[in-house]
């Protein structure tokens, strides 16, 4: 098992910048394939993007495709998402997932771990 902490959520423009920062604990992280999902008021948590143990692979939603990044710092224990040129309807309560496969899939139930999200609200 694998606790996770998600930070770096806010209130941005239209067309600003965050970085959302998710930190592990356990000496297991690098093992784990690691992913961002969101979710708005009434609608099902769904796949932003993922990367694999070894941050060789990414996928991304088509919806964020060119305007987010994920990325991870296995030294430490930690997984990024850059968003910029945020668009209003990326406001969501943003949440981190682990899987121990150690695989970039979208896949939301392989995902065994979760953080307790952190909310991004993006103002028109």
């Known amino acids: 098992q694998v606790q996770l902490v998600e930070s770096g959520g806010g209130l941005v423009q239209a067309g600003g910048s965050l970085r959302l920062s998710c930190s592990a604990s356990g000496r297991t992280f690098s093992s784990f394939g690691m992913g961002w999902f969101r979710q708005s008021p009434g609608q099902e948590r769904e796949f932003v993007a993922v990367i694999s143990s070894i941050g060789s692979i990414t996928y991304y939603a088509d919806s964020v495709k060119g305007r987010f990044t994920i990325s991870r710092d296995n030294a430490k224990n930690t997984v990024y998402l850059q968003m910029n040129n945020l668009r209003p309807e990326d406001t969501a309560v943003y949440y981190c997932?682990?899987?121990?496969?150690?695989?970039?899939?979208?896949?939301?139930?392989?995902?065994?771990?979760w953080g307790q999200g952190t909310q991004v609200t993006v103002s028109s």
């Open positions: 997932g682990a899987r121990r496969d150690g695989l970039a899939r979208a896949w939301i139930r392989d995902y065994g771990d």
